[in-house]
């Protein structure tokens, strides 16, 4: 079996929370899978989704996707899914007890960082423990990220 290249549509990155990074202090992810309606699969396999407001919650001993837009499927007439419907995230015992535990601590929840489909063709959720960044605390990342792209242009320049 040959290897799978980049550009293969079973390693695609469907939907990515590019502020997640910039408003939290990533502790720890954890792949998670989801509990999907075949319509749903469709409609991330045509590269549809929003996860950039969407939140993970820690309901009743299971972990749940709350907010998270995935368009209906236009092909799929009356049987399709809801776009904004809760949908269970597919956890080890051990992962959930430490994401819930996680979430209880002060400061600290749980952001949805990446939807994406692995290897196998399955649709993944990368979730992060994270801690809020104060105001203070986002300046400071925007002057590092400047500096950096001005350092890179100086070297370019110069090199």
Known sequence: MAPRKKTDPANKVVAENRRARFNFDIQDTVEAGLVLHGTEVKSLRNGEANIAE???????????????????YLEANRFNHEPRRRRKLLLHKREMAK??????????????????????????????????KKTVDKRETVKKRDWDRQKARILKEHG
């Open 54 to 72: 969407s939140y993970v919650s820690e309901e009743g001993g299971e972990i749940w996707l709350i907010n998270s837009h995935i368009p209906e």
């Open 99 to 132: 994401f819930a535990q996680a979430a209880d601590r002060e400061g600290m929840t749980l952001v949805p960082l990446k939807l994406y489909f692995n290897d196998r063709g399955r649709a993944k959720l990368a979730v992060a423990i994270a801690k809020g």
